[in-house]
């Protein structure tokens, strides 16, 4: 059974930092393209960024330069740290491998506010 557990989200400042985590099982993680979707409340879900199984990046152009996709293979855990953050940022962060599985997780909360 496919599983995503996203973690770490919160309340930050504008400017912030924050580094999420989406702990993966039912699936040969290393092997997989993995990507973070996030979701505000009435819009559809966007894709944030995705790392690839060879190893490559690509990013939404609203937080390229901002933030960074990496993995810990051992861990089967997915991580993105986001800094510089903006009020645009605030929604629930989600992980998913490519292609999606209908397993969704819980999602992580991020607001970014003063």
């Known amino acids: 059974q496919v599983r995503f557990v996203e973690s770490g989200g919160g309340l930050v400042q504008p400017g912030g930092s924050l580094r999420l985590s989406c702990t993966a099982s039912g699936f040969t993680f290393s092997r997989s393209t993995m990507s973070w979707y996030r979701q505000v409340p009435g819009k559809e879900r966007e894709l944030v960024g995705s790392?690839?199984?060879?190893?490559?990046?690509d990013y939404a152009d609203s937080v390229k330069g901002r933030f960074t996709i990496s993995r810990d293979n051992v861990k089967s855990t997915l991580y993105l740290q986001m800094n510089s953050l903006i009020p645009e940022d605030t929604a629930v962060y989600y992980c998913?491998?490519?292609?999606?599985?209908?397993?969704w997780g819980q999602g992580t909360q991020v607001t970014v506010s003063s």
């Open positions: 998913n491998r490519r292609p999606i599985d209908s397993s």
């Open positions: 790392l690839y199984y060879g190893g490559a990046t």
